[in-house]
């Protein structure tokens, strides 16, 4: 029933229509979209350098847990960095210029708490 309602009001699973595809596509030249990747994908470079590298099937959710489990002094800029980046990833979300801003203050964060000098799993 609830489903019923969702679909009514154009909010329920459906098939993309004709042109969604691409106008999703276009979703990933966003310069927000653009940054999140950048942040993310620095962040998985530095991880895999302290001795965390994300396994091939596992999810955002699931690195930032495994992560945070070792590195719990972390584990706010690596919520606010995996959140953003599976929300843009696979909701779509172009986030607002603040929430750009957010998302690099938790980085610059993360990069205070995790110096590079430390080369092995600490």
């Known amino acids: 029933m609830l489903l019923a309602l969702l679909t009514r009001l154009g909010l329920g699973r459906r098939k993309l229509e004709r042109g969604e595809t691409e106008a999703r596509e276009d979703i990933w030249q966003a310069p927000a979209i653009r940054d999140i990747r950048e942040i993310y994908q620095t962040f998985l470079r ?67 708490k995790w110096p590079e000098e430390a080369q092995s799993p600490d």
């Open 46 to 112: 530095k991880a895999t350098r302290h001795g965390y590298e994300r396994e091939q099937n596992e999810t955002p959710y699931e690195f930032r847990q495994r992560l945070g489990q070792q590195k719990s002094l972390l584990e706010p800029e690596l919520q606010v960095i995996t959140e953003a980046y599976a929300l843009a990833r696979y909701g779509g979300y172009i986030p607002p210029q603040h929430e750009i801003v957010r998302i690099q203050t938790a980085w610059n964060e993360l990069e205070r």
